[in-house]
């Protein structure tokens, strides 16, 4: 059953079966699609041949990235389609980790009618592409110049603050490797930041907005944040909430129930959160907290600190943001040197969260109607076969009849 279902999910989502194999997406057994992840850009090659059915695709219809990226203009690849960018280009997404810098983006193959035909003969696929490059050692095999370096550089780079969102896993303790959901499934968030050597800081999520693109001022769009730290998508019929205690003042867990936008036919969802921090030691307030709702006692209740700081969630009044405020380091010890300034805040972006529900319940419903009509047709074949026989039947008593009183 479980390996029907799957399989049933990757046609339904993919359109084509080489693609349910997440071992070729970056270099299938027939070499449709090669990804090379270069020191400063991505190339991927793309086969004309993309569905193996030798049904050519126009290199017009393929794009890369949010940006929809182009191809590369040439005359001496007659089967393949080739893109050469910037591993910053073509709007890709920059995830950091502990142990890696995650680049992502996407191919898509949106295919459009010849000329006057109104017919399409491939189909639309948009596969996922991504870029690990650890974090660790040199990435270069040539020397380090220069051999030193001023102090000035390293009081920077000791203060650098690295902000990440990711999904995790149902008990937080790995990174969610699958982004697909359906409806009824709850999403388990973990926001980040990365300090160094810079005092204990403690992370806050200020805002929150879910949109159908990586934009987040992006149509239609949810507010799952706001107001500097409430969890406001509690307050409808989910049961959304931050989670206490804490891991450690750098993490702040939160859970989200998974939802789709109505009237919009796009089966993916991006999740922009706008992260800040403050000392370890600064009390909780209105600007800098997290709050999430309870339905059964219908209040707010703060993941640390009094529980005041959350009543400015019911009216909104929270405060005014600061969006240019500045972090001023804790002074050290006696006779050394005081921090200088990090930036305090980052917006960072989730997804694509990849829903199967709307074309999973509509593959079911029709299903359910092509399962009722055969059984419906079946019935009546059945009653119009019985009506029939009992015709026959009677015609053949009334006859024999007639012939015993002519006898």
């Known amino acids: 059953m479980a390996l029907s279902y799957g399989l049933f999910t990757c046609l339904l989502f993919w359109g084509c079966p080489w693609l349910c194999h997440p071992e070729n997406l970056m270099h299938d057994e027939a070499h449709h699609i090669v990804v090379e ?32 990226c182009k191809p590369l203009d040439s005359t001496d690849t007659k089967d393949v389609v080739r893109f050469e960018v910037g591993l910053h280009e073509c709007g890709n997404s920059l995830q950091v980790t502990k142990d890696a810098l995650v680049y992502s983006t996407f191919l898509l193959h949106n295919p459009h009618p010849v000329g006057n035909l109104s017919i399409l003969r491939t189909n639309y696929v948009k596969v996922p592409i991504e870029c690990r490059f650890p974090r660790q050692g040199n990435v270069s095999s040539q020397a380090i ?69 990586p934009n987040r001022n992006a149509s239609p769009y949810h507010t799952i944040v ?52 403050t000392s370890a030691d600064q009390v909780p307030d209105q600007l800098n907290k997290a709050c999430s709702f309870s339905k059964s006692s219908k209040s707010w209740s703060p993941v640390e600190g009094n529980a005041d700081i959350c009543q400015c969630c019911n009216s909104g009044s929270c405060g005014t943001p600061g969006r240019t405020r500045r972090l001023v380091g804790q002074k050290q010890k006696s006779g050394s040197r005081s921090r200088r300034h990090v930036t305090e805040e980052a917006d960072v972006t989730v997804g694509p969260l990849i829903f199967l529900d709307k074309a999973g319940d509509h593959g079911v419903e029709e299903s359910t109607s092509s399962l009722t009509s055969v059984m419906l047709g079946l019935g009546l074949a059945m009653a119009v076969s019985l009506t029939l026989a009992t015709i026959v039947l009677g015609l053949a008593r009334w006859r024999q009849a007639a012939f015993h009183r002519v006898m």
């Open 37 to 68: 992840c270069q020191e400063a850009q991505l190339v991927v090659t793309v086969s004309k041949d993309l569905f193996g059915t030798g049904k050519l695709i126009r290199p017009a219809d393929l794009t890369l990235g949010p940006d929809d």
């Open 145 to 213: 110049l220069p051999t030193w370096v001023p102090f000035r550089t390293t009081m920077f780079l000791e203060e650098k603050l690295i902000f990440s969102l990711h999904l995790m896993e149902e008990n937080w303790s790995s990174r969610k490797t699958s982004f697909t959901f359906q409806l009824g499934d709850i999403a388990y968030l973990q926001a980040e930041v990365h300090t160094g050597s810079h005092v204990p800081l403690r992370l806050f999520v200020d805002h929150c907005v879910a949109t159908p693109t």
């Open 226 to 277: 706001d107001f500097h730290g409430c969890l406001v998508d509690g307050l409808s019929d989910a049961s959304s909430a931050f989670k206490a205690p804490r891991p450690g003042p750098e993490t702040l867990q939160f859970t989200v129930d998974v939802f789709h936008f109505a009237n919009d036919s796009r089966n993916m969802m991006y999740i922009t959160c706008h992260l800040k921090v």
